[in-house]
Protein backbone atom coordinates (compact mmCIF):
# COMPACT_ATOMS: atom_id res chain seq x y z
CA UNK A 1 0.00 0.00 0.00
CA UNK A 2 2.59 2.51 0.86
CA UNK A 3 4.39 1.87 -2.80
CA UNK A 4 0.99 2.50 -4.48
CA UNK A 5 0.73 6.12 -1.91
CA UNK A 6 3.58 6.71 -2.93
CA UNK A 7 3.08 6.36 -6.87
CA UNK A 8 0.68 9.11 -6.51
CA UNK A 9 3.38 11.68 -4.91
CA UNK A 10 2.20 11.62 -1.62
CA UNK A 11 4.79 10.87 0.42
CA UNK A 12 4.84 8.23 3.37
CA UNK A 13 6.99 7.02 6.55
CA UNK A 14 6.60 3.15 8.23
CA UNK A 15 6.77 2.83 11.88
CA UNK A 16 7.23 -0.84 12.23
CA UNK A 17 8.17 -3.06 14.98
CA UNK A 18 9.27 -6.22 12.84
CA UNK A 19 12.61 -4.94 11.01
CA UNK A 20 12.95 -8.18 9.71
CA UNK A 21 10.19 -8.49 7.86
CA UNK A 22 9.96 -4.81 6.72
CA UNK A 23 12.93 -4.55 5.07
CA UNK A 24 12.01 -7.49 2.87
CA UNK A 25 9.33 -5.02 1.49
CA UNK A 26 11.87 -2.35 1.31
CA UNK A 27 9.73 0.54 2.48
CA UNK A 28 10.44 4.15 0.85
CA UNK A 29 10.76 5.66 4.43
CA UNK A 30 10.87 4.02 7.33
CA UNK A 31 11.59 4.11 11.46
CA UNK A 32 11.70 1.80 13.79
CA UNK A 33 10.64 2.69 18.00
CA UNK A 34 13.73 0.80 19.51
CA UNK A 35 12.58 -1.25 22.44
CA UNK A 36 8.92 -0.94 21.63
CA UNK A 37 6.59 -3.72 22.72
CA UNK A 38 4.43 -5.34 19.19
CA UNK A 39 0.98 -3.57 19.66
CA UNK A 40 2.75 -0.41 21.30
CA UNK A 41 3.81 0.98 17.35
CA UNK A 42 3.65 4.85 18.72
CA UNK A 43 4.09 4.02 22.43
CA UNK A 44 1.99 3.03 25.22
CA UNK A 45 -1.66 3.72 25.86
CA UNK A 46 -2.48 7.30 26.73
CA UNK A 47 1.28 8.05 26.70
CA UNK A 48 0.93 11.69 24.78
CA UNK A 49 4.51 12.21 25.10
CA UNK A 50 5.85 9.34 23.79
CA UNK A 51 3.07 9.00 21.10
CA UNK A 52 3.76 12.73 19.71
CA UNK A 53 7.81 12.28 19.77
CA UNK A 54 7.28 9.21 17.40
CA UNK A 55 4.87 10.76 14.61
CA UNK A 56 7.04 13.55 14.41
CA UNK A 57 10.06 11.42 13.59
CA UNK A 58 8.07 9.49 11.35
CA UNK A 59 7.15 13.59 10.05
CA UNK A 60 10.93 14.22 10.38
CA UNK A 61 12.05 11.32 7.72
CA UNK A 62 9.91 13.10 4.82
CA UNK A 63 12.34 15.45 4.81
CA UNK A 64 14.95 13.28 4.52
CA UNK A 65 16.63 11.87 1.12
CA UNK A 66 16.10 7.39 2.18
CA UNK A 67 17.07 4.67 0.38
CA UNK A 68 14.83 2.52 -0.21
CA UNK A 69 14.90 -0.76 2.64
CA UNK A 70 16.71 1.51 5.30
CA UNK A 71 14.75 1.55 8.36
CA UNK A 72 16.24 3.85 10.79
CA UNK A 73 16.32 3.06 14.58
CA UNK A 74 14.98 5.45 16.48
CA UNK A 75 15.23 5.65 20.53
CA UNK A 76 12.49 7.24 23.02
CA UNK A 77 13.85 7.13 26.40
CA UNK A 78 10.36 8.30 27.40
CA UNK A 79 8.94 4.70 26.31
CA UNK A 80 9.40 2.26 29.78
CA UNK A 81 8.68 -1.14 28.93
Given at each position: ??????A????T???????E??????????????????????????????????????????LE??????????D??????
Amino acid sequence: MQRGIEAQGIPTTLITLDVEQSSLMRPPRAIHPKGFEFGHSLGKPHDKQTQRKVLEAALFELLEKQEPGHIHEVDFPSYNK
